[in-house]
Antibody
Framework: EVQLVESGGGLVQPGGSLRLSCAAS????????MGWVRQAPGKGLEWVAN????????FYVDSVKGRFTISRDNAKNSLSLQMNSLRVEDTAVYYC??????????WGLGTLVTVSS | EIVLTQSPATLSLSPGERATLSCRAS??????LAWYQQKPGQAPRLLIY???NRATGIPARFSGSGSGTDFTLTISSLEPEDFAVYYC?????????FGQGTKVEIK
């Protein structure tokens, strides 16, 4: 059974940084694209970033380019999202997702990031 | 960026009724469209991919159709557990985008 467990969320001031992690199990992590999708409180879903199986390519929504960095450690079955220069509008639940063919097949429970002074 | 517009925003139906949800793309996405279900406090769940293929374990009462710019998710007979928010998502172009959601609520 696929399991994705996010951690690292919390309260941070505007301009601050936070690093999210996702521990994966139940599938061959090194063979899967992985991604982050976020959901602002009471709002819809927004794709944030994703990364190829071997980490050779990463992709971002325009609103986070230059501020967020996605990375993975296939030896540890782990996905990360380094978030810098955080803005109030980055406040959301961040989901780690197993991606395949451009779709999100499995999701974690999410971790809440709140950017506020 | 491809914009996905879902309608209606809210659908009020009774258990046993048929639900028809629409997703319209601002430009053609071919058949590269998925549907997700999200219940309160839960992560989304993939229901349909490539417009009409059910994901593993998804009941047959869920079906998807369409291509190009117009897509439909149909729930043939609503069960109590089907009342939720439904999102469409395209993978034809970058960035991946989602619709704003349709809430299916109990009438």
């Amino acid at each position: 059974e696929v399991q994705l467990v996010e951690s690292g969320g919390g309260l941070v001031q505007p301009g601050g940084s936070l690093r999210l992690s996702c521990a994966a199990s139940g599938f061959t992590f090194s063979s899967s694209w992985m991604g982050w999708v976020r959901q602002a409180p009471g709002k819809g879903l927004e794709w944030v970033a994703n990364i190829k199986q071997d980490g050779s390519g990463d992709f971002y929504v325009d609103s986070v380019k230059g501020r967020f960095t996605i990375s993975r450690d296939n030896a540890k079955n782990s996905l990360s999202l380094q978030m810098n220069s955080l803005r109030v509008e980055d406040t959301a639940v961040y989901y780690c997702a197993k991606e395949g063919g451009g779709y999100f097949w499995s999701w974690g429970l999410g971790t809440l990031v709140t950017v506020s002074s | 960026e491809i914009v996905l517009t879902q309608s209606p925003a809210t659908l009020s139906l009774s258990p046993g009724e048929r639900a028809t949800l629409s997703c319209r793309a601002s430009q053609s996405v071919g058949s590269y469209l998925a549907w997700y279900q999200q219940k309160p406090g839960q992560a989304p769940r993939l229901l349909i991919y490539d417009a009409s293929n059910r994901a593993t374990g998804i009941p047959a009462r869920f079906s998807g159709s369409g291509s190009g710019t117009d897509f439909t998710l149909t729930i043939s007979s609503l069960e109590p557990e089907d009342f939720a928010v439904y999102y469409c998502q395209q993978r034809s172009n970058w960035p991946r985008t989602f619709g704003q959601g349709t809430k299916v609520e109990i009438k």
